[in-house]
């Protein structure tokens, strides 16, 4: 692969400012030379990063192209910055047996609100009781155990 041409996608990815968390590790889509580039990092916090594939009108290709160390730097800035931008939403459910709330999962990333409203959604679908979703730690719902199941019918 040509140099100049992956040199071009590290950089992107560098100022990246969307990644998803994965258990490969952090990874970001970058768009360059008519495709989409998949840059990601190891999830272990040692080692380069790596373009790992492409898309494009054709499909896509897997790759693994290494970046340098001194272009996984600024690639690595990118991909710890970012999140520390965005809000933490915490939803947590209700445990009746200890009588304290369980954090049942965090969202963040550019998605994070509409992902935990979808979480909030779907736990008063399914009818598992009191509920309660943290912004930065500040209560946005928050069912009243004591009440719940008085305010259901």
């Known amino acids: 692969m040509d140099t100049t041409l992956t040199d071009a996608v590290f ?8 990644w998803t968390r994965t258990n490969l590790g952090p990874r970001t889509d970058v768009r ?15 080692g380069v990063a790596r373009i ?3 898309d494009g009108y054709a499909g896509t290709e897997f790759l693994d192209v290494p970046a340098t160390p001194a272009q996984t730097i600024p690639i690595v800035d990118a991909a710890t910055a970012t999140p ?21 999962a ?3 990333s550019q998605r994070g609100e509409g992902n935990a409203q979808f979480a909030v959604s779907s736990e008063r679908a399914s009818g ?4 309660r979703l943290l912004r930065d730690g500040a209560a ?4 009243d155990p004591d009440t ?4 259901q019918n």
């Open 11 to 18: 950089a992107a990815a560098a100022k990246a400012d969307t």
């Open 84 to 104: 520390q931008d965005w809000p933490v939403f915490t939803l947590q459910r209700w445990d009746w047996d200890t009588n304290t709330w369980e954090a049942k």
């Open 32 to 46: 360059h030379a008519g495709y989409t580039w998949t840059v990601e990092l190891p999830a272990s916090g040692e």
């Open 148 to 151: 719940y199941y008085l305010d």
């Open 140 to 143: 946005v719902i928050a069912d």
């Open 106 to 108: 965090t969202y963040t």
């Open 128 to 131: 598992t009781g009191p509920i």
């Open 52 to 54: 790992v594939g492409r």
